[in-house]
């Protein structure tokens, strides 16, 4: 399986991004999904995740700012980013979650000016 997440880029504090995360098989719809994140220096945090039944979690820094979705039919996850903090500077990944490690892709760099 690949996983391919797309959409970072270069923000102000303030802003938004959305980020999407397609899969070339159908592993969301039964497999809890999981977006991370890798700041530099710092190792890799768990973001956001949601079961395939639909329950959604976040960790307490973007609880309230970030929102994650997925769509079953075109087997992605995306990931809505609001009022973006220069602490939210990082490269992000999706995977499953718990994340497997052949799934680990390129990721997609969101950078946050000040």
Request: glycine share 10%.
């Amino acid at each position: 399986v690949q996983l391919q997440a797309s959409g970072g880029g270069l923000v102000q504090t303030g802003g938004s991004l959305r980020l999407s995360c397609s899969a070339s098989r159908s592993i969301f719809r039964i497999n809890a999904a999981g977006w991370y994140r890798q700041a530099p220096g710092k190792e890799r945090e768990l973001v956001a995740t949601m079961t395939s039944g639909g329950s959604t979690d976040y960790v307490h820094s973007v609880k309230g700012r970030f929102t994650i979705s997925r769509d079953n039919a075109r087997n992605t996850v995306t990931l809505q980013m609001n009022s973006l903090q220069p602490e939210d500077t990082a490269v992000y990944y999706c995977n499953l979650y718990p994340p497997r490690a052949a799934y680990w892709g390129q990721g997609t760099l969101v950078t946050v000016s000040s």
